[in-house]
Protein backbone atom coordinates (compact mmCIF):
# COMPACT_ATOMS: atom_id res chain seq x y z
CA UNK A 1 0.00 0.00 0.00
CA UNK A 2 1.00 3.61 -1.17
CA UNK A 3 0.35 7.11 -0.72
CA UNK A 4 2.37 8.90 -3.00
CA UNK A 5 2.34 13.19 -2.94
CA UNK A 6 3.11 15.17 -5.49
CA UNK A 7 2.52 19.00 -6.75
CA UNK A 8 5.20 20.42 -4.41
CA UNK A 9 8.03 23.02 -5.63
CA UNK A 10 9.20 26.53 -5.36
CA UNK A 11 6.81 29.26 -5.19
CA UNK A 12 6.71 32.84 -4.23
CA UNK A 13 4.18 34.39 -1.39
CA UNK A 14 0.74 34.79 -2.50
CA UNK A 15 1.24 32.19 -5.69
CA UNK A 16 -0.64 28.88 -5.32
CA UNK A 17 0.24 25.34 -5.24
CA UNK A 18 -1.98 22.38 -6.01
CA UNK A 19 -1.09 18.75 -4.24
CA UNK A 20 -1.87 15.67 -4.85
CA UNK A 21 -1.66 12.15 -3.23
CA UNK A 22 -2.23 8.91 -5.26
CA UNK A 23 -3.51 5.79 -3.19
CA UNK A 24 -2.02 2.57 -4.60
CA UNK A 25 -2.72 -0.76 -3.58
CA UNK A 26 -5.88 -0.47 -2.32
CA UNK A 27 -8.34 1.55 -1.81
CA UNK A 28 -8.77 4.42 0.20
CA UNK A 29 -12.71 5.34 -0.63
CA UNK A 30 -14.57 4.20 2.40
CA UNK A 31 -11.44 6.23 4.70
CA UNK A 32 -11.37 9.56 5.41
CA UNK A 33 -8.05 11.46 4.01
CA UNK A 34 -5.73 13.77 5.87
CA UNK A 35 -3.19 16.55 5.00
CA UNK A 36 -0.14 17.49 7.71
CA UNK A 37 2.94 19.43 7.46
CA UNK A 38 6.46 19.74 9.27
CA UNK A 39 7.85 23.02 8.68
CA UNK A 40 11.94 23.31 10.07
CA UNK A 41 12.48 22.50 13.15
CA UNK A 42 9.28 21.62 13.53
CA UNK A 43 6.34 19.10 14.81
CA UNK A 44 4.03 17.90 12.04
CA UNK A 45 0.50 19.36 12.41
CA UNK A 46 -2.39 18.85 11.03
CA UNK A 47 -3.35 20.99 7.48
CA UNK A 48 -6.92 19.51 6.71
CA UNK A 49 -8.96 16.23 6.45
CA UNK A 50 -12.09 15.24 4.79
CA UNK A 51 -14.29 12.54 5.21
CA UNK A 52 -14.76 9.48 2.87
CA UNK A 53 -17.24 10.73 0.80
CA UNK A 54 -15.83 13.90 0.78
CA UNK A 55 -19.04 15.88 2.26
CA UNK A 56 -17.27 16.91 5.26
CA UNK A 57 -13.74 18.65 5.89
CA UNK A 58 -11.66 19.87 8.51
CA UNK A 59 -9.52 22.73 8.40
CA UNK A 60 -6.36 24.10 10.93
CA UNK A 61 -7.39 27.39 11.80
CA UNK A 62 -4.26 28.32 10.39
CA UNK A 63 -5.04 27.75 6.39
CA UNK A 64 -8.77 28.14 6.48
CA UNK A 65 -9.73 30.10 3.73
CA UNK A 66 -6.63 29.58 2.02
CA UNK A 67 -6.44 25.59 1.02
CA UNK A 68 -9.04 23.01 -0.24
CA UNK A 69 -8.96 19.58 0.53
CA UNK A 70 -10.75 17.89 -2.00
CA UNK A 71 -10.88 13.93 -3.17
CA UNK A 72 -11.71 12.17 -6.19
CA UNK A 73 -12.58 8.29 -5.10
CA UNK A 74 -12.93 6.90 -8.53
CA UNK A 75 -9.03 8.35 -9.14
CA UNK A 76 -8.33 7.17 -5.08
CA UNK A 77 -6.47 10.59 -4.97
CA UNK A 78 -6.88 13.50 -2.42
CA UNK A 79 -5.91 16.77 -3.27
CA UNK A 80 -5.25 20.09 -1.41
CA UNK A 81 -5.06 22.99 -3.12
CA UNK A 82 -2.94 26.14 -1.34
CA UNK A 83 -3.68 29.66 -2.56
CA UNK A 84 -2.19 32.39 -1.31
CA UNK A 85 0.69 31.37 0.19
CA UNK A 86 3.08 32.59 2.98
CA UNK A 87 6.43 32.10 3.74
CA UNK A 88 5.02 30.17 6.90
CA UNK A 89 3.65 27.92 4.49
CA UNK A 90 7.19 26.42 3.82
CA UNK A 91 7.03 22.86 4.76
CA UNK A 92 6.89 19.11 3.95
CA UNK A 93 3.60 18.02 2.93
CA UNK A 94 2.06 14.11 4.40
CA UNK A 95 -0.52 12.86 2.86
CA UNK A 96 -2.03 9.59 5.47
CA UNK A 97 -4.95 7.80 5.82
CA UNK A 98 -7.18 7.05 8.63
CA UNK A 99 -9.37 3.83 9.86
CA UNK A 100 -12.40 5.68 10.02
CA UNK A 101 -15.28 8.17 8.29
CA UNK A 102 -14.54 11.16 10.01
CA UNK A 103 -12.16 13.64 8.98
CA UNK A 104 -10.50 14.22 12.28
CA UNK A 105 -7.59 16.39 13.05
CA UNK A 106 -5.65 13.84 15.19
CA UNK A 107 -1.80 12.29 13.85
CA UNK A 108 -2.16 9.34 15.77
CA UNK A 109 -5.40 8.45 14.01
CA UNK A 110 -3.81 8.37 10.75
CA UNK A 111 -1.88 4.66 10.40
CA UNK A 112 -0.64 4.89 6.48
CA UNK A 113 1.42 7.80 5.78
CA UNK A 114 2.81 9.22 2.24
CA UNK A 115 6.82 10.03 2.21
CA UNK A 116 6.13 14.18 2.11
CA UNK A 117 6.18 16.56 -0.86
CA UNK A 118 8.25 19.99 -0.26
CA UNK A 119 6.75 22.86 -0.45
CA UNK A 120 8.92 26.25 0.06
CA UNK A 121 7.09 29.77 -0.20
CA UNK A 122 9.95 32.28 -1.31
CA UNK A 123 9.75 36.18 -0.60
Known amino acids: VQLVESGGGLVQAGGSLRLSCAAS????????MGWFRQGPGKEREFVAAISWSGGSTNYADSVKGQFTISRDNAKNTVYLQMNSLKLEDTAVYYCAATRGLRPTPHLYEYYYWGQGTQVTVSS
Open 25 to 32: GRTFSSNA
